[in-house]
């Protein structure tokens, strides 16, 4: 494995490609995805780290290690058209995640083809793979679920429940709730961020994580968020 990622690095590096360290969890960990004819995968660990799987604001990047299958791609941060990856063809490839937290597009695996992040939409019953918030009691991190398809392995389920058996992201990148302008804090600071993401959109999935504070969350922040994003400010932390 290590002769396997230095020669990933190399490839990077000589093709101008920057990947940025990993913030998938690694204290539990919660980095771990399961594919039923493949075993494991591990999501953060591509070259210690820095070239493990990366969960921006509106793609993924980085390196799958799947150890009975080798190298799978989640793209390489940088789309052609931003914010997301046309997934059009194999020059501008990689997964896409919406405000609401849904995953579309694809990975590449070296020894396996294309992997649908799409792929659990078309289930049935549909089971998309997408980011959960950590609002809910007992969710401290963001993390996946549901699941993706490979045509020639079949499913990777991201929705195991057990602490350690799931893929999330560290508590760095993990979202607060109401905390929309990502300081750490919930506090007056977060009013124009909020009113900004009202009013103009460009929301992205942290955004949503963040603002979309109503009883019913709807995947976006709209108007019916305001009372509630008000309520959350003024309650103590």
């Given amino acids: 494995m290590k002769q396997a990622t230095m020669a990933i690095a190399a490839a990077l590096l000589s093709a101008g490609v920057l990947l940025a360290?990993?913030?998938?969890?690694?204290?539990?960990?919660?980095?771990?995805?399961?594919?039923?004819?493949?075993?494991?995968?591990?999501?953060r660990d591509a070259?210690?780290?820095?070239?493990?799987?990366?969960?921006?604001?509106?793609?993924?990047?980085?390196?799958?290690?799947?150890?009975?299958?080798?190298?799978?791609?989640?793209?390489?941060?940088?789309?052609?058209?931003?914010?997301y990856y046309a997934n059009a063809d194999g020059t501008d490839f990689g997964v896409n995640i919406d405000p609401d937290g849904d995953l579309h597009g694809y990975a590449w695996g070296e020894n396996v083809g294309w992997i649908n992040f799409d792929g659990g939409a078309m289930a049935t019953p549909p089971q998309p793979a997408r980011i959960v918030c950590a609002n809910p009691p007992g969710e401290p991190l963001a993390r996946l679920t549901g699941y993706a398809w490979g045509e020639n392995i079949g499913w990777?389920?991201?929705?195991?429940?057990?602490?350690?058996?799931?893929v999330a992201v560290d508590a760095a990148t993990t979202p607060l709730r109401c905390d929309v302008n990502h300081d750490g804090n919930k506090n007056g600071l977060d009013i124009q961020a909020f009113v900004t993401r009202l009013i103009a959109g460009g929301a992205d999935w942290r955004d949503v994580c963040s603002g979309d504070v109503e009883?019913?969350?709807?995947?976006?922040?709209?108007?019916?968020?305001?009372p509630a994003f008000v309520a959350c400010l003024l309650a103590p932390p």
């Fill in 47 to 83: 070259n210690a780290g820095l070239e493990g799987v990366n969960v921006g604001p509106f793609v993924m990047s980085g390196f799958i290690w799947g150890e009975n299958i080798g190298w799978i791609n989640v793209g390489d941060g940088t789309p052609t058209t931003p914010p």
């Fill in 21 to 43: 360290q990993s913030n998938i969890d690694n204290t539990v960990p919660n980095k771990y995805g399961w594919g039923e004819n493949v075993g494991w995968t591990n999501w």
């Fill in 156 to 166: 990777i389920n991201l929705s195991e429940l057990t602490a350690g058996k799931f």
């Fill in 215 to 226: 009883g019913v969350p709807d995947g976006m922040i709209g108007t019916g968020d305001v």
